[in-house]
């Protein structure tokens, strides 16, 4: 991650530089002349000096709102409920979800629990709200008699088919807690190999990030020099 972070780190001190020293050159030298910068220009050295000017009440309220942010994500129940539901659509998190609890459904049944004990005591442990929900649903499914697989289809709607089909067939066969196992080391390669993709993802997405922000500084630079010729 060294490598994005060092772009990202090296386009925004090229903006600082442009923002603050380059381009109020030109604003002076327009001025002079009686011209007037393009408007990318303007927008950027004004959003320079806004930034500049303002930067450390910017900091204190950013900080402010990360404050708020946590104490309303630990003491409102729907601000957490919001952010764990959207935990659950990204997929790294996702899967250390599913593998927390194919791990402690293999440990209880292991240990003589029965299915719909061991939901109720995994979605009593379970720290994502909206986990926690999908597991009641999913245990009173399986107390009304429904098969454990096809409940988690019905609930689990993003669960991956290669998850269903070793539960399902360790439903069939008596062998769940050997496939809830399975399922486990299968989400612990998931999660593995997701995290050895992120360094890669950074290192592009942060190399056209910074590409953008210079590519922008660079414009609003040719710019009003091809615009110098109009003033003469």
């Known amino acids: ?82 952010f764990d539901k959207a935990k659950l659509r990204v997929k790294i998190l996702r899967e250390i979800e599913l593998r927390n609890l194919f791990s402690r459904l293999g440990f209880l049944l292991e240990s003589g629990v029965t299915l719909d004990a061991a939901l109720k005591m995994s979605a009593a442990s379970c720290g994502n709200l909206e986990m926690r929900q999908l597991l009641e649903k999913i245990k009173i499914s399986v107390e009304a008699g429904d098969k454990f697989g096809v409940t988690l289809r019905r609930v689990l709607e993003k669960l991956s088919p290669l998850y269903l089909g070793l539960i399902v067939t360790g439903e069939t066969s008596g062998n769940l807690v050997e496939m809830l196992r399975q399922c486990e080391s299968m989400a612990d390669f998931e999660i593995d190999e997701t995290l050895k993709e992120l360094p890669a993802k950074a290192e592009v997405y942060g190399t056209l990030a910074a590409g953008v922000i210079v590519g922008a500084l660079v414009f609003s630079i040719a710019l009003p020099i091809l615009n110098m010729t109009n003033l003469f």
């Open 1 to 82: 991650m060294y490598y994005p972070l060092i772009v990202m780190l090296a386009a925004l001190i090229a903006a600082g530089v442009m923002l603050n020293l380059t381009l109020p050159v030109f604003e002076s030298f327009f001025r002079e002349q009686g011209g007037e910068l393009p408007l990318i220009t303007l927008i950027l050295l004004n959003g320079g000096r806004f930034l500049t000017a303002h930067l450390f009440l910017i900091v204190v309220l950013i900080l402010a709102g990360i404050i708020l942010l946590a104490a309303a994500y630990r003491e409102v129940e729907e601000v957490r409920y919001f």
